[in-house]
């Protein structure tokens, strides 16, 4: 024990901050935690979950279609209650946070519900003027939305906003091409909207294989969604009555009800004192940490989304885990980085697992790829046009397995157990070894031709 007041003092209550607090505290740490929005971060308040919750929902409206098809007698127009859904789902947010509270009381961490900036290299102040003393200070304030600094960007929307609106917009235009501009496209377009993706760039989720981003797009306008790439936003006006008017560069103007904005999230280190310590920071604002989430002074470290390292929410747990067992634990330990499976909930969802078959290609030279493209058997009775795509990318000298990539129902919770079997470098081989569990959509990973 230090001389400090604290221990460990945890500025940000997201997931990272959370798993760090907790874990420190289970070492015998003193522990104290400011967060001055809502404990649980954008993932249990305004992302991933809440987010999710949308798109079961938004589900519903082809499954009700489909059902027809099985046998149960469903009107040809069925109602949809936007406020009913929403509030049921903002009220299942407040349950989460009052779970993660009650994890940090029954660990014994301090809490603090109030702004909190960095005063010294272990020293931190809070938004009432109180100071507190702690041997070691731990960053984990996250990211936010990224707004576009073009005239007229105030009467946008981010992803925080859209959890709260009053209803469906009749047509909401998405700038942005990555997961979360694909997902709330997804999410309006089942809910009635007429969608618009404008994406300054040539090609949506550009980090995914290109085989297929390139199915999520044919289905995604096949479903009636729009797109307008090459289309920068130039500015944004507002007319009396309220329509939205998207001035873009090279295109028409774009009439929407509701703009959001999906460009990015950028970290949030601005304001809390860093940089007047010494804390380095790069030029998006994230804080440069070392391998041990050590920042440029040395009681000062940051996990999760501020860092720009990987972000993603069971990233940031196990950095924060990670950070707990090393300072306080006696347990050194590193965050593997390689082989991160991650997942777009899109319409119908996309995941995958290791490199892509261009990047495999820029590693290996040469590599095999196994394809499946197959229209799911619910799809075939259901009559529905969609289909899905499996790929697999093994390395042509060993035959292991480096690269899986999927786009149809159920793809992330597939994916999450095959992401075992890549991380495990098992081969090709080995997959086809495993006996088929049929009829399954999951039985394609075997038998790969």
Same mark, same amino acid.
């Given at each position: 024990?230090?001389?400090?007041?604290?221990?460990?003092?945890?500025?940000?209550?997201?997931?990272?901050?959370?798993?760090?607090?907790?874990?420190?505290?289970?070492?015998?740490?003193?522990?104290?935690?400011?967060?001055?929005?809502?404990?649980?971060?954008?993932?249990?308040?305004?992302?991933?979950?809440?987010?999710?919750?949308?798109?079961?929902?938004?589900?519903?409206?082809?499954?009700?279609?489909?059902?027809?098809?099985?046998?149960?007698?469903?009107?040809?127009?069925?109602?949809?209650?936007?406020?009913?859904?929403?509030?049921?789902?903002?009220?299942?947010?407040? %349950? #989460? !946070?009052?779970?993660?509270?009650? &994890? $940090?009381?029954? =660990?014994?961490?301090?809490?603090?519900?109030?702004? +909190?900036? /960095?005063?010294?290299?272990?020293?931190?102040?809070?938004?009432?003027?109180?100071?507190?003393?702690?041997?070691?200070?731990?960053?984990?304030?996250?990211?936010?939305?990224?707004?576009?600094?073009?005239?007229?960007?105030?009467?946008?929307?981010?992803?925080?906003?859209?959890?709260?609106?009053?209803?469906?917009?009749?047509?909401i235009a998405i700038a942005g091409g990555g997961?979360?501009?694909?997902?709330?496209?997804?999410?309006?377009?089942?809910?009635?909207?007429?969608?618009?993706?404008?994406?300054?760039?040539?090609?949506?989720?550009?980090?995914?294989?290109?085989?297929?981003?390139?199915?999520?797009?044919?289905?995604?306008?096949?479903?009636?969604?729009?797109?307008?790439?090459?289309?920068?936003?130039? %500015? #944004? !006006?507002?007319?009396?009555?309220? &329509? $939205?008017?998207? =001035?873009?560069?090279?295109?028409?103007?774009?009439? +929407?009800? /509701?703009?959001?904005?999906?460009?990015?999230?950028?970290?949030?280190?601005?304001?809390?004192?860093?940089?007047?310590?010494?804390?380095?920071?790069?030029?998006?604002?994230?804080?440069?940490?070392?391998?041990?989430?050590?920042?440029?002074?040395?009681?000062?470290?940051?996990?999760?989304?501020?860092?720009?390292?990987?972000?993603?929410?069971?990233?940031?747990?196990?950095?924060?885990?990670?950070?707990?067992?090393?300072?306080?634990?006696?347990?050194?330990?590193?965050?593997?980085?390689?082989?991160?499976?991650?997942?777009?909930?899109?319409?119908?969802?996309?995941?995958?697992?290791?490199?892509?078959?261009?990047?495999a290609k820029e590693r290996y030279g040469t590599?095999?790829?196994?394809?499946?493209?197959?229209?799911?058997?619910?799809?075939?009775?259901?009559?529905?046009?969609?289909?899905?795509?499996?790929?697999?990318?093994?390395?042509?000298?060993?035959?292991?397995?480096?690269?899986?990539?999927?786009?149809?129902?159920?793809?992330?919770?597939?994916?999450?157990?095959?992401?075992?079997?890549?991380?495990?470098?098992?081969?090709?081989?080995?997959?086809?070894?495993?006996?088929?569990?049929?009829?399954?959509?999951?039985?394609?990973?075997?038998?790969?031709?």
């Open positions: 024990m230090s001389d400090h007041d604290f221990d460990l003092f945890v500025i940000g209550g997201g997931s990272g901050g959370v798993r760090a607090a907790r874990i420190a505290a289970a070492h015998g740490a003193r522990v104290a935690m400011a967060e001055e929005f809502r404990v649980g971060g954008t993932c249990v308040i305004r992302g991933c979950v809440p987010k999710k919750l949308l798109v079961y929902g938004a589900h519903f409206a082809e499954d009700l279609k489909d059902a027809k098809r099985f046998g149960w007698q469903v009107p040809d127009s069925c109602a949809f209650d936007w406020k009913v859904l929403r509030d049921h789902v903002l009220a299942d947010v407040d %349950r #989460l !946070e009052g779970l993660y509270q009650n &994890t $940090l009381d029954s =660990h014994g961490v301090t809490s603090f519900h109030q702004r +909190a900036t /960095v005063a010294g290299a272990n020293e931190v102040e809070l938004a009432d003027g109180t100071r507190h003393s702690a041997g070691i200070i731990l960053i984990a304030t996250g990211a936010r939305p990224a707004v576009p600094t073009c005239p007229g960007a105030e009467f946008g929307i981010t992803s925080n906003e859209a959890f709260h609106l009053d209803s469906v917009p009749k047509r997961y979360i501009a694909n997902e709330f496209a997804g999410i309006f377009n089942e809910f009635g909207a007429h969608v618009t993706i404008v994406n300054r760039g040539a090609d949506i989720l550009r980090h995914y294989d290109d085989s297929v981003r390139d199915r999520l797009l044919q289905i995604s306008i096949k479903k009636g969604i729009d797109f307008r790439f090459n289309a920068p936003l130039e %500015r #944004l !006006e507002k007319r009396d009555d309220g &329509t $939205l008017v998207g =001035h873009l560069t090279g295109h028409e103007p774009l009439e +929407a009800d /509701v703009v959001l904005f999906a460009i990015g999230r950028r970290p949030n280190s601005e304001g809390l004192g860093l940089e007047a310590l010494g804390v380095e920071i790069d030029a998006e604002g994230a804080i440069k940490v070392d391998a041990d989430s050590r920042s440029t002074v040395p009681s000062i470290f940051a996990v999760g989304d501020v860092t720009n390292r990987v972000q993603l929410t069971p990233v940031a747990i196990r950095e924060g885990h990670a950070f707990a067992d090393t300072q306080f634990g006696g347990n050194p330990r590193h965050v593997d980085y390689d082989c991160i499976p991650s997942a777009v909930f899109s319409h119908p969802p996309i995941a995958a697992v290791g490199l892509t078959e261009a990047l590599v095999k790829v196994y394809t499946s493209d197959f229209k799911p058997m619910k799809n075939v009775l259901a009559n529905r046009d969609e289909r899905s795509l499996y790929k697999m990318i093994c390395d042509d000298t060993t035959g292991k397995v480096i690269g899986l990539h999927m786009i149809g129902p159920d793809a992330p919770e597939i994916l999450q157990a095959a992401a075992v079997a890549v991380k495990a470098g098992l081969t090709k081989q080995q997959f086809d070894d495993t006996i088929a569990l049929h009829p399954t959509m999951a039985e394609e990973l075997v038998l790969f031709k």
